[in-house]
């Protein structure tokens, strides 16, 4: 008879776990059972505790900051920057190597080949890429520099070829195929901001504006995030408050619901494709897909055209 079935029999929803010595080791719920039942995918370590990653920049006095999260069993740590082929990030990326051997270190957000292999040459263990792709980012705008995201992740891979290190798309996620070309251009990781910042388990309080439910969104660089402390990561921290120079903005988007439902689309969207160009596994993606360039034209008649939507699909909108 299993634990669980156990604690089913016996009515009792909360078991206390001990060591040898009857030491406290902590707790354990039906919930947690069941939990585990519903999300066999969730992402774990092989002690079955959920994988956590944390952000820090590359200014002074995150060092401490590296230690306590290393100390506290972190899984991967993120050296994060605006404009991670600096000096700067290299070097706190050559230090925390050095300092923590196995430890996983991701680097971003460069937008060139050059700055990923430097990104390799400090010692990361994954390359973040994104110049100002992101919904609530104006970095092109008010800077202007960037690169298109597809040409910045596929110059990425290209200049990585061959060391195992692998590439995140970050930023300009708006559908599922945006997803599929992420990885076909070569990534093996996307990171998704607004196409899950409407849903219920997102930060922030529902908002009813003109009869629909919204929640609100913001950018690490908006002057709202840099003045609670994001200003380190476009290098403006010794900046006063109204000083300081933001490179995104404070917005909105339409509530969506549970983030479940948004993943079942996402993944329906990209094993479609796979169906489609004939790839059986996300490593064939990334390796035998390939790109045509089409016209403005071409855009439009990809989207919806010449009719009026009078319901919505839950993996596309108009506008979005």
């Given at each position: 008879m299993s634990f669980f079935a156990k604690m089913h029999e016996k009515r009792v929803e909360k078991a206390l776990v001990v060591d040898d010595s009857f030491h406290l080791l902590g707790m354990i719920t039906v919930k947690d059972f069941q939990k585990a039942e519903r999300k066999p995918n969730a992402c774990k370590d092989e002690h079955g505790r959920l994988r956590v990653g944390a952000a820090v920049g590359a200014g002074a006095g995150n060092e401490e900051r590296v230690d306590a999260l290393v100390a506290a069993g972190v899984d991967v740590l993120l050296i994060d920057s605006s404009h991670g082929h600096s000096e700067g990030v290299l070097q706190r990326i050559?230090?925390?190597?050095?300092?923590?051997?196995?430890?996983?270190?991701?680097?971003?957000?460069?937008?060139?080949?050059?700055?990923?292999?430097?990104?390799?040459?400090?010692?990361?263990?994954?390359?973040?890429?994104?110049?100002?792709?992101?919904?609530?980012?104006?970095?092109?705008?008010?800077?202007?520099?960037?690169?298109?995201?597809?040409?910045?992740?596929?110059?990425?891979?290209?200049?990585?070829?061959?060391?195992?290190?692998?590439?995140?798309?970050?930023?300009?996620?708006?559908?599922?195929?945006?997803?599929?070309?992420?990885?076909?251009?070569?990534?093996?990781?996307?990171?998704?901001?607004?196409?899950?910042?409407?849903?219920?388990?997102?930060?922030?309080?529902?908002?009813?504006?003109?009869?629909?439910?919204?929640?609100?969104?913001?950018?690490?660089?908006?002057?709202?995030?840099?003045?609670?402390?994001?200003?380190?990561?476009?290098?403006?921290?010794?900046?006063?408050?109204?000083?300081?120079?933001?490179?995104?903005?404070?917005?909105?988007?339409?509530?969506?619901?549970?983030?479940?439902?948004?993943?079942?689309?996402?993944?329906?969207g990209l094993r479609s494709c796979m169906g489609l160009t004939g790839c059986g596994t996300i490593d064939a993606l990334r390796t035998k897909a390939e790109f045509v360039r089409i016209s403005g034209a071409g855009i439009q008649e990809s989207h919806v055209h010449d009719v009026t939507i009078t319901k919505e699909s839950p993996n596309y909108r108009m506008g979005s």
């Open positions: 050559r230090e925390t190597r050095a300092k923590y051997p196995d430890l996983q270190i991701i680097g971003g957000n460069v937008a060139t080949g050059a700055g990923a292999r430097a990104l390799a040459e400090a010692g990361c263990s994954a390359v973040k890429v994104g110049i100002g792709p992101g919904s609530i980012c104006t970095t092109r705008i008010v800077t202007g520099v960037g690169v298109p995201q597809i040409t910045a992740v596929s110059d990425a891979v290209e200049a990585l070829e061959g060391t195992g290190i692998p590439v995140i798309a970050d930023g300009g996620i708006r559908f599922s195929g945006d997803i599929a070309k992420a990885i076909a251009a070569g990534a093996a990781a996307v990171m998704v901001g607004s196409m899950l910042a409407g849903t219920e388990e997102s930060p922030g309080e529902i908002e009813l504006y003109q009869g629909r439910s919204y929640k609100s969104y913001r950018g690490m660089g908006s002057l709202g995030a840099m003045s609670k402390g994001s200003s380190d990561r476009y290098f403006q921290s010794d900046n006063a408050a109204d000083k300081l120079v933001p490179e995104g903005i404070e917005g909105r988007v339409a509530y969506k619901g549970r983030l479940k439902e948004i993943i079942h689309q996402q993944m329906g």
